[in-house]
């Protein structure tokens, strides 16, 4: 049957290839989907206009026509080549009407003429898209019409005309919907990407008075259930204390149009924020009408920032003690000494004491230091094997800055003194230290004994100069406490009494 099929002309093949007229279809109907019933009042008005039995909405692809409605007919699609037409395109954009295919030399050959349904007369108009012809309203009779009235093809022109109406409306609602779906995509992608960096979005409708916000919004300012609320109780959310601040510049931001910037704490939850926002839309007098905002949870940075600012006052404080009580080193060292060799060796020891103080309470933050590390290292420079030498016993004690640098400097003159004169000076010597903590009348106490044993006998006569006064006056600065030290002959024995 093919072979008998009459060859597509070049001038209707030329047509159906044109490039202006693929793009043209594939704009207005990127994906066939299949017949769309919105079409299908306007097959059925067509077959009733010619009181035919079979009418088409067609587009025509360059090897197929897809039918997107169809009245009298099952099949969707036919071969273009093989099409009414797709000869009737090539011939223009008027109305074309077949009387009797098989009469006509350009028709009678045609399959569906020859064969079933065995088509006798053709009545179509184009669907014309940005004036490119991309498809047709059309209608068949299996029995000849050797009349048409005149006024039936304009008005099949006009329902070709709807059709393409419609086409271009469907397809402008499709891209609408993509649009919108990339938008939602978008959307939920933001507020993902925002909850995920613990952002928070909101609006504030001025003109409604009204503020809403992302979940993470609601969760920093700590109001539950999370919903859109009064301009008044956000306002009320923020903390009394920088409520009237945070006011301002949001008013200041209403007025200039320039960007709010502030930070606030949340009244219920405590945090921290960091808010950013600007005025979104204005209405026609200028008036502001929508205002959009991100808050940042800042708290772990104001904390940071607030304890720094602490650490450089107690620094500052630190820095004045220390200068006076280098002061008092200084004087102390010259009166035990006139050698200036003497005088360096003695001072320098006790600067370290106080740089190995200092040291430990840097590493903390100036808060509290255990006493087994104050300990440890005042001491472990000056024996000779700190495991064997040094026996403590102890509760477990935190020091204040105050008392770290005052027992500090006590333990180092003990301890210098134990190298040079007494028990580590020698390996068989040993230092024993107990550290108790008692309860004196509400007040904890720290008790502790330096006892000396196994080393050199001891010359009280000879020893009671060295760095007594500087001992005794260590602790000066802590209230109710205490330095005894006993020159005895088998070993040094100090007794400390501090309040902790």
């Given amino acids: 049957m093919k072979d008998n099929v009459q060859p597509l002309s070049s001038d209707v093949a030329a047509v159906l290839g044109t490039p202006d007229r693929l793009m043209a279809l594939d704009a207005a109907v990127p994906i066939f989907t299949g017949p769309d019933p919105d079409f299908d009042d306007i097959a059925s008005l067509a077959a009733q206009l010619f009181s035919v039995p079979i009418s088409l909405v067609s587009i025509l692809g360059r090897t197929d026509q897809w039918f997107l409605a169809r009245e009298g007919t099952r099949e969707i699609r036919a071969p273009s080549e093989d099409s009414f037409c797709a000869r009737m ?57 050797e009349e048409t009235p005149p006024d039936l093809l304009p008005k099949l022109k006009r329902l070709a005309s709807l059709a393409a109406s419609l086409l271009k409306l469907k397809e402008e609602a499709r891209r609408r919907a993509l649009a919108a779906e990339m938008l939602s995509r978008e959307e939920k992608r933001h507020a993902l990407a925002l909850d995920a960096a613990n ?4 609006l504030w ?61 949340a009244a219920k939850s405590g945090r921290w924020l960091l808010g950013r926002g600007r005025v979104h839309e204005w209405d026609a007098e200028g008036r502001p009408t929508v205002f959009l905002g991100i808050n940042v949870d800042v708290t772990d940075g104001q904390l940071a920032s607030e304890r720094t600012r602490l650490l450089l006052r107690e620094l500052n404080h630190r820095v004045k003690n220390t200068l006076a009580m280098l002061q008092s080193l200084a004087r102390q060292t010259l009166r035990q000494t006139n050698d200036p060799v003497e005088f360096m060796d003695a001072f320098a020891g006790r600067l370290q004491s106080l740089s190995e103080a200092h040291g430990l309470l840097s590493d903390h933050e100036w808060g509290v230091i255990h006493l087994k590390m104050l300990l440890q290292k005042q001491i472990m420079p000056y024996a000779m094997d700190y495991e064997s030498q040094i026996e403590i016993h102890k509760d477990e004690v935190e020091l204040g800055p105050d008392q770290a640098v005052g027992l500090g400097l006590v333990l180092h ?47 009280p006569g ?16 802590i209230l109710g406490s205490s330095v005894h030290v006993e020159y005895l002959p088998k070993g040094v024995t100090a007794v400390i009494r501090m309040p902790l």
């Avoid at 569906?112 to 059309?138: H, K, N, W």
């Avoid at 020698?426 to 024993?432: E, L, Q, T």
């Fill in 89 to 145: 395109i090539a011939r223009g954009d008027d109305p074309m009407v077949v009387a009797d295919a098989s009469r006509n030399p350009d028709f009678a050959c045609l399959p569906s003429v020859t064969g079933e349904p065995y088509l006798r007369f053709y009545a179509g108009a184009p669907v014309v898209v940005d004036d490119q012809p991309i498809g047709t309203v059309c209608v068949f009779d299996v029995e000849p019409h």
């Fill in 199 to 202: 952002v928070a979005s909101w």
């Fill in 205 to 265: 409708d001025v003109s409604a008075g009204i503020v809403s916000g992302n979940e993470t919004f609601y969760r920093m300012l700590g109001i539950k259930p999370p919903k859109p609320m009064s301009a008044r109780r956000f306002f009320t959310a923020v903390h009394p204390l920088d409520r009237k601040a945070t006011i301002g510049r949001l008013r200041s931001a209403l007025a200039t149009g320039k960007e709010y910037d502030g930070v606030f704490r």
């Fill in 413 to 459: 003159e003990l301890a210098t003194n134990a190298r040079k004169y007494g028990a580590l000076s020698v390996r068989s010597g040993k230092v024993v230290i107990a550290a108790r903590v008692v309860n004196e009348e509400g007040q904890r106490v720290l008790n502790m004994t330096w006892h000396e044993v196994g080393g050199p006998p001891v010359d």
């Fill in 462 to 477: 000879g020893r009671r100069g060295f760095g007594s006064v500087l001992i005794e006056r260590s602790l000066d600065k």
